[in-house]
């Protein structure tokens, strides 16, 4: 299995990846997807879009070192990653894991691993702007504690492909 890692500015088709990750294939029985999607407001408060800034070739390669984690432990069969880059308007997409195995637990598991690493650790830098008036004002995204606690629950990883039921 070669996994699929893109940054890119453009938006993508979440149903249309998860269809070219299944084509031609009756090993998968489980595919689970995310897509994250820009809000319109952060903490109550009404944004007009947000930007996310990266650091080119490092950030592939973090994500592929994660990916390649996930294949370690869990039994994926497929595992598709794409996460946008550049200014990105409320009701836009930003963020999208796929992950395919011949069970949904591992399925699971396995994305629900990678979004809170791309949350919490992936080299991308984020940050909110918002306009009232004539005024634009641009803030820099602060870590969530609750974040990072989601992500500290992979911290011991379970043994190599466990036993898992569909």
């Known amino acids: 299995m070669t996994p699929t890692i893109r940054l890119q500015k453009e938006a993508f088709d979440a149903a249309a990846e998860a269809a070219r990750m299944t084509r031609a294939r009756t090993d998968i029985g489980a595919v689970v997807s995310f897509a994250g999607v820009c809000r319109g407001d952060e903490n109550g408060e009404a944004i007009s879009a947000l930007t996310l800034e990266h650091y080119p070739g490092m950030a592939e390669t ?58 919490t650790r992936a080299p991308f830098w984020k940050q909110i702007e918002k306009t009232s008036g004539a005024a634009v004002e641009k803030t820099w995204v ?25």
Request: aromatic share 8%; charged share 25%; net charge neutral.
């Open 62 to 119: 973090e994500i592929a070192r994660h990916v390649e984690e996930a294949i370690a432990r869990w039994p994926l069969l497929g595992v598709t990653v794409i996460h946008r880059y550049g200014r990105i308007a409320p009701g836009e997409p930003i963020v999208l894991v796929v992950t395919a195995s011949s069970h949904r637990q591992a399925a699971f598991a396995a994305a629900e691993f990678l979004m809170d690493y791309l949350k």
């Open 142 to 166: 602060e870590a969530k504690s609750a974040d990072d606690a989601a992500a500290d629950r992979w911290a011991v990883p379970p043994r190599r492909h466990e036993k898992t039921s569909a």
